[in-house]
């Protein structure tokens, strides 16, 4: 299956308070391209293995930039990389198998399975096996987002406190920059500059569950004092 999507450019003016025109933002995306190639293979009579790859066809065609369109060049791969593809598996009459936690019985074929910079995980309610999610962030099966987070981050996978943290570290300019991005950045900006120290504490740690200590003294440890 062969997909495309196409360069765009957006210009958007910004205007001062008085009404002058203070600059202009220009949002590029570069025209991407790629395959996804999906198989399946009989494992035993009830299980298969998927196999999903995803190809990055875009033309490379390295060369000077546009007048006023200089960059960096280091910039101009990210451009054209599929740097954050997700996959979403569904089945109808069947489930999935938990790569992290998967029945003694399908040990053995999980350990065979290869994952190169993206890790499935079952998703949606707890027990549910009819949906995988593999992404290129490191996720347990069901994800959720923490009840302590004051909202979305970016996706909704993402350590709150680090990212948090760092957008508090912003300059001024970099602030500016970021609110002058689209609606959702100032939003997300604004939302953390008034966040509260009780909230910020609330995202260093929390303990979810805890397990009971064997009342037995261990022998090492007693002999050792």
């Known amino acids: 299956l062969m997909f495309d999507f196409p360069a765009q450019r957006?210009?958007?003016?910004?205007?001062?308070p008085g009404g002058e025109v203070a600059g202009v933002i220009v949002r590029e995306q570069q025209a991407l391209s790629g395959s996804i190639c999906v198989q399946a293979e009989r494992i035993s009579e009830e299980l298969s293995k998927v196999k999903v790859v995803i190809t990055n066809l875009t033309p490379w065609e390295s060369g000077a930039p546009e007048v006023g369109q200089e960059r960096n060049p280091r910039e101009e791969?990210?451009?054209?990389?599929?740097?954050?593809?997700?996959?979403?598996?569904?089945?109808?009459?069947?489930e999935f198998v938990s790569l992290i936690d998967p029945p003694a019985q399908y040990q053995e074929a999980v350990a065979c399975c290869t994952n190169i910079g993206t890790w499935p995980v079952l998703v949606g309610q707890e027990g549910e096996r009819s949906m995988l999610l593999s992404s290129p962030i490191i996720l347990y099966d069901y994800p959720q987002i923490a009840p302590e987070s004051p909202g979305d981050l970016f996706d909704g996978t993402e350590i709150d406190e680090i990212l948090t943290l760092r957008i508090m570290t912003m300059t001024d300019d970099e602030k500016r920059e970021m609110r002058a991005v689209d609606e959702r950045a100032r939003a997300l900006l604004d939302r953390t500059e008034a966040l509260t120290g009780e909230q910020l504490m609330n995202m260093h740690g929390t303990i979810r569950t805890l397990m009971a200590r064997s009342q037995e003294p261990d022998p090492e440890v007693s002999k050792n004092g």
């Open 10 to 16: 957006e210009i958007e003016t910004l205007y001062a």
């Open 77 to 94: 791969p990210i451009l054209r990389a599929f740097a954050s593809t997700h996959t979403i598996l569904s089945v109808d009459n069947g």
